[in-house]
């Protein structure tokens, strides 16, 4: 009687092997469990990816400026910087404006006046008379009577206009010499006045 053989793949003439079922499944089994595991996990992960994708979205949505604006932005950054500069500058200028010259600071600018006594003919026509009471200007028109008040002494006298002078530069006014003995500048020559238009 020939013995049955018994194959490698569990079978005895044809019929599986119990046992051989029994772990295939159970591979089956674990190889399932494994996935359903490995998917979960995967679930998982995505889910908290998803959830930080989302917040970088957001926060990018905050901060996402319209290309179309953003020439608007530069331009108003632009404007402000100039309106900046504009002001310091009209700071600037009016803080220079209001500061007070230097002669002002020491007092009121005084006139230096001269004397002459030598002359044939007036700037008006009239002949020179060094005993008169009169003067010469740059600028003041004929017949204008001026105060003159000598500034170290305080001593005054009231002159006409009708001559042109001086031309030494620093002198304003030339005086006659009579003029110049009632302030009492003749023996100094120059002197620094104090001139009132009276008429």
Not at 23 to 51: E, I
Not at 53 to 78: C, D, F, G, S, W
Not at 94 to 103: G, I, M, Q, V
Request: glycine share 8%; charged share 20%.
């Amino acid at each position: 009687m020939q013995a049955r053989r018994s194959s490698c793949s569990g079978r005895e003439g044809g019929t599986p092997n119990a046992a051989a079922i029994g772990t295939t499944k159970a591979l089956r089994l674990c190889m399932a469990a494994l996935a359903a595991a490995t998917l979960g996990a995967c679930a998982q992960t995505t889910g908290s990816n998803r959830s930080a994708a989302l917040a970088v979205h957001r926060q990018a949505v905050a901060n996402y400026e319209a290309p179309e604006t953003r020439p608007v932005r530069a331009r108003r950054i632009a404007w402000s910087m100039i309106h900046r500069r504009v002001a310091a500058k009209k700071r600037f200028h009016l803080a220079a404006t209001h500061k007070k010259p230097a002669a002002e600071k020491e007092g009121p600018r005084h006139s230096v006046a001269s004397f002459y006594s030598q002359g044939s003919q007036t700037a008006n026509g009239e002949k020179f008379d060094p005993g008169e009471l009169t003067a010469a200007h740059r600028t003041l028109p004929f017949g204008t009577r001026v105060r003159v008040t000598n500034v170290a002494t305080g001593q005054s006298v009231t002159v006409r206009i009708n001559d042109r002078g001086p031309f030494i530069a620093g002198r304003d006014v030339d005086l006659s010499q009579s003029a110049a003995e009632s302030l009492g500048i003749v023996h100094r020559g120059v002197a620094k006045v104090k001139l009132d238009v009276v008429d």
